[in-house]
């Protein structure tokens, strides 16, 4: 069964730091295209970062670039986004996606499975 579960959500001050993890299981890691989308209260799920299979390439949305860095262990099914100098505005639900292809990997249509996503709260 194709799963993808992410954690590494929670609490943190303006500024702070979290590591969210999307573990893969049901299908080859290696093969795909891994996305962070986020949706806040209120607003639209947007995506935030992306990944090539290889972990060659990545892709960032300009309101996170800088900030956030997105990487991938194959060997242990995971993908990671490091979340660095945190704001109020990046709280929401971010979730993982698997996609069909790199190009265009932070619209929605690409996204052919999504994890059950994970609560990230920037408050002080």
């Known amino acids: 069964q194709l799963q993808l579960v992410e954690s590494g959500g929670g609490l943190v001050q303006p500024g702070g730091s979290l590591r969210l993890s999307c573990v893969v299981s049901?299908?080859?890691?290696?093969?795909?295209?891994i996305g962070w989308f986020r949706q806040a209260p209120g607003k639209e799920r947007e995506g935030v970062s992306c990944?090539?299979?290889?972990?060659?390439?990545?892709y960032y949305a300009d309101s996170v670039k800088g900030r956030f860095t997105i990487s991938r262990d194959n060997a242990k099914n995971t993908v990671y986004l490091q979340m660095n100098s945190l704001k109020a505005e990046d709280t929401a639900v971010y979730y993982c996606?698997?996609?069909?292809?790199?190009?265009?990997?932070?619209?929605?249509?690409?996204?052919?499975?999504w994890g059950q996503g994970t609560q990230v709260t920037v408050s002080s």
């Open positions: 990944i090539s299979s290889s972990g060659g390439s990545t």
């Open positions: 049901g299908f080859t890691l290696d093969y795909y295209t």
């Open positions: 996606a698997r996609q069909t292809r790199f190009s265009l990997c932070l619209r929605e249509r690409t996204v052919t499975s």
